[in-house]
Nanobody, 114 residues
Framework: VQLVESGGGLVQPGGSLKLSCATS????????MAWIRQAPGKGLEYISSINSGGDRTYYADSVKGRFTISRDNAKNALYLQMNSLKVEDTAVYFC?????????WGQGTQVTVS
């Protein structure tokens, strides 16, 4: 199982970024997926998740209305569109496979809002 995030970078407050998570080694459309982040000096924070079919999405209050999770099961890919970014969104963003718990994680991609 492999999950590889990309799309992070430096952006000004109010800007946008789209993160991608390329997956392999498992049947992608059998699993829910999630985005989780870790800000400097802080613990892990759940951001968003999506069911296997892509028709149910969930968000933390901190990002609701600004972030959109999506998936392309034909491409085995997960996405996170982030709009209206704030300084407090600065973190390493991880994608994870959801199977009771988050059993596989990517290496993370850094998002810096400054």
């Amino acid at each position: 199982v492999q999950l590889v995030e990309s799309g992070g970078g430096l952006v000004q407050p109010g800007g946008s970024l789209k993160l991608s998570c390329a997956t392999s080694g498992f049947t992608f459309d059998d699993f829910g997926m999630a985005w989780i982040r870790q800000a400097p000096g802080k613990g892990l924070e759940y951001i968003s998740s999506i069911n296997s079919g892509g028709d149910r999405t969930y968000y933390a209050d901190s990002v609701k209305g600004r972030f959109t999770i999506s998936r392309d099961n034909a491409k085995n890919a997960l996405y996170l569109q982030m709009n209206s970014l704030k300084v407090e969104d600065t973190a390493v963003y991880f994608c994870a496979r959801a199977w009771g718990t988050y059993d596989y994680w990517g290496q993370g991609t850094q998002v810096t809002v400054s």
